[in-house]
């Protein structure tokens, strides 16, 4: 059973539109909600991340949304930028336990 | 101040041989957990260890084991190895043992079996 879900498996967007990358979610003792970002090679990098108490929180040009009604949450980047090319993963986890469960991946593509 | 670090970086084994990864957290982290990543996939849960215990254990099979010292550092142990065992795997470290906290990855170990 998935239980974050990222249903697109690749977005390519021009260089200085918005990105907006979608994550739904199934279960509801989900309190905290990371995105992660992954270059080949390299291991996931920490983008932003948002607790069950809020719906937006912001870093920079990076901005995420919590729905908790609809069980859903989105990353937007404004304005994109071609080093933002690489799979995002959408996380997350409940506060009574360590693990995050993660989101099969969005390889986001930036166009020059 | 150094991140995660991870040890090998690539790795080829024998199907039915065993394997050790290591793993060096992040300063000041005295949790690391392990992750399973396959092809196409999000990383998976193996299991967290804190304070030289494991601390909670994802859908794996026992023949995944691991240890984490008491400077924090820790190994992930495959015994037994299968095909099916080829993957990325990632250690992730946190300050915090609990959730509410984000983890910080190394670059992975890239495990293949043949």
């Known amino acids: 059973d998935q239980q974050v879900k990222q249903n697109s498996p690749s977005l390519s967007v021009q260089e200085g539109r918005i990105s907006i990358l979608n994550c739904d979610y199934t279960n509801s003792m989900f309190d905290y909600f990371l995105w992660y970002k992954k270059y080949p090679a390299e291991g996931p990098t920490f983008l932003i991340s948002?607790?069950?108490?809020?719906d937006k929180n912001e870093d920079g040009r990076f901005t995420v949304f919590l729905n908790k009604s609809a069980k859903h949450l989105s990353l937007h980047i404004v304005p994109s930028q071609p080093g933002d090319s690489a799979v995002y993963f959408c996380?997350?986890?409940?506060?009574?336990?360590?693990?995050?469960?993660f989101g099969t991946g969005t390889r986001l593509k930036v166009l020059a | 101040d150094a991140g995660v670090t991870q040890s090998p970086t690539h790795l080829i084994k024998t199907r039915g041989q065993q394997v050790t990864l290591r793993c060096s957290p992040k300063s000041g982290h005295d949790t690391v957990s392990w992750y399973q990543q396959a092809l196409g996939q999000g990383p998976q849960f193996i299991f967290q260890y804190y304070e030289e215990e494991e601390r909670q254990r994802g859908n794996f099979p026992d023949r995944f084991s691991g240890h984490q010292f008491p400077n924090y550092s820790s190994e992930l142990n495959v015994n037994a190895l299968l095909l099916g065992d080829s993957a990325l795997y990632l250690c992730?470290?946190?300050?915090?043992?609990?959730?509410?906290?984000?983890?910080?990855f190394g670059q992975g170990t890239r495990l293949t079996v043949v």
């Open positions: 992730a470290s946190s300050p915090m043992t609990g959730g509410g906290t984000e983890a910080f």
């Open positions: 948002i607790s069950s108490i809020k």
């Open positions: 996380a997350a986890s409940d506060s009574g336990t360590y693990k995050y469960i």
